[in-house]
């Protein structure tokens, strides 16, 4: 295990430097096709444009939620109790934390431009800012003093159980009135009525976002394990200093 | 050199108050979002025709009404702004002190904020509440009136 630092000097492999490349690539298609190419809205105007940004947000970071409680089930699950699942799962979440905080803020910003508010206490943004609550919850579970097994062992409970928020948040609109629209892509009815380049645009953005969550986690991930690696050297070393200490005495 | 065993350290490591201290902000954020969610979210707002109907909708208290603005209805005088606001071929006079601003125009759902006064809705906020299609702005549409005006902003 300590050999892992001595033969990594960085956290890019082939794979992340070529999905990297591509997130690149998409988010600028993203970012010309919605701030250029698409129309305006004919009641929002120009504002729709944070459409591009807060929905692909908000759907990353559910996916990036339900890794970590997928992830979390499998450290749980497994009978290695494996680590590579914790640390996937922290790193899923500290990623989705920063996407539903990105959702917050464009959902604010665009609330002050057609609604007339940046923040109303409706069921859609209350159960989003629960979600994110909790998630900022799980993560300073993860920094509770123990072993990486207790962090793992605390931090999976919580996963479970936080994942269950989801279908609130996003049935908040259908089982409540709420000031926030429904859904217009995954709605009951499946009819999308959104202009074709629109719709072009947002799932250009889902593709891009997910493409930039997976780069991030994958690093994190590896991060992760050097962390772990050099505490349980650091570990190792005061052992042997003792041991050595002892045999002198 | 200096070869004495060390001092003997207490066994019990000080303990990490900043995790502690987090946790306990983030339950006490939670509970302050779940109050307001339980006193404020669940159901937004009445609609025009539950206006004295409804549980949690009486004419004598505060509300939030949500209906349709009337096409042909919107006044602006005096600093003022009038308009007719309908839902379930029900109808409600709403005046607002001020200008709405915004997306705000006739043919679109608002959520109006205020009271029952002499059966004028006298509101002091007004939340324009937009549906969740969305089509291109066509400009010469929009530069049309009356009734080709409506229909593009209810698509």
Known sequence: MSQVLQRTSATGTRATKVIGALAILVMAWVVVSGLVLTPQDVVQGESVRIMYVHVPSAWIAYLAFIFTAVASASWLISKKHSMGFDRFAGASAEVGVMFMAITLITGSLWGRLTWGEFWQWDPRLTTTAFLFVTYVGYLAVRRLEGSVEQRARRSAVVAMLAVLEIPLVHFSVVLWRSLHQGATVLNPNGDVKMDDLMLFTLFSGVVGFTLVFVWLVLHRQRTMLLVDVANRQGLDAAIAARKIEGSVN | ?155
């Open chain 2, 1 to 155: 050199m200096d070869l004495s065993p060390r001092a003997s350290e207490p066994s019990r490591k000080p303990r990490k108050w900043l995790p502690i201290v987090l946790l306990s902000l983030v339950g006490l954020g939670g509970i302050v979002i779940v109050t307001q969610f339980l006193t404020s979210a669940i159901d937004y707002y009445c609609n025009v025709d539950e206006i004295g109907v409804r549980s949690g909708c009486e004419e004598s208290t505060r509300l939030r009404v949500q209906g349709t603005v009337e096409q042909g209805s919107l006044q602006k005088t005096g600093g003022k702004t009038s308009f007719v606001m309908t839902f379930n071929d029900k109808s409600i006079n709403v005046v607002y002190a001020g200008d709405p601003g915004g997306v705000f125009q006739e043919c679109i759902s608002v959520v109006a904020h205020g009271r029952m006064i002499d059966g004028t809705f006298e509101s002091n906020r007004i939340e324009v509440k937009h549906s969740n299609e969305y089509a291109e702005k066509n400009a010469d549409r929009l530069d049309s009136s009356g009734s080709a005006a409506c229909s593009q902003v209810q698509g």
